[in-house]
């Protein structure tokens, strides 16, 4: 079983930054792919970025290439995202999910283990 815990959302104002961390409990971190998802109401949950178990492979969204960076400390079971030059269309729900067997995948179906979520709003 794995749990998952986000921080670091809340507000800010076009052209911010926030970081997003997701802690994890699980006994071999660097066993699990993790995996940043976002969803704002009414729209399904879109794919933000994914990094492998070791780091060797990351892959983005369209839409944040450029401006968000996943990383991850194995040492601390943790997963992070920087977010910079936020705009309004960035606000949403973000979810932090993980994949056992270490492979990135931007797919939110090959995830089996999801965190509670942290809001994040961007505002003009």
């Known amino acids: 079983q794995v749990q998952l815990v986000e921080s670091g959302g809340g507000s800010v104002q076009a052209g911010g930054s926030l970081r997003l961390s997701c802690a994890a409990s699980?006994?071999?971190?660097?066993?699990?792919?993790m995996g940043w998802f976002r969803q704002s109401p009414g729209t399904e949950r879109e794919f933000v970025a994914t990094?492998?178990?070791?780091?060797?492979?990351?892959y983005y969204g369209d839409s944040v290439k450029g401006r968000f960076t996943i990383s991850r400390d194995n040492a601390k079971n943790t997963v992070y995202l920087q977010m910079s030059s936020l705009k309004p269309e960035d606000t949403a729900v973000y979810y932090c999910?993980?994949?056992?067997?270490?492979?990135?995948?931007?797919?939110?179906?090959?995830?089996?283990?999801w965190g509670q979520g942290t809001q994040v709003t961007v505002s003009s």
């Open positions: 699980v006994r071999t971190f660097s066993n699990n792919a």
């Open positions: 990094i492998g178990g070791y780091a060797y492979n990351i």
């Open positions: 999910a993980a994949r056992a067997g270490g492979l990135a995948s931007i797919r939110s179906a090959e995830y089996g283990y």
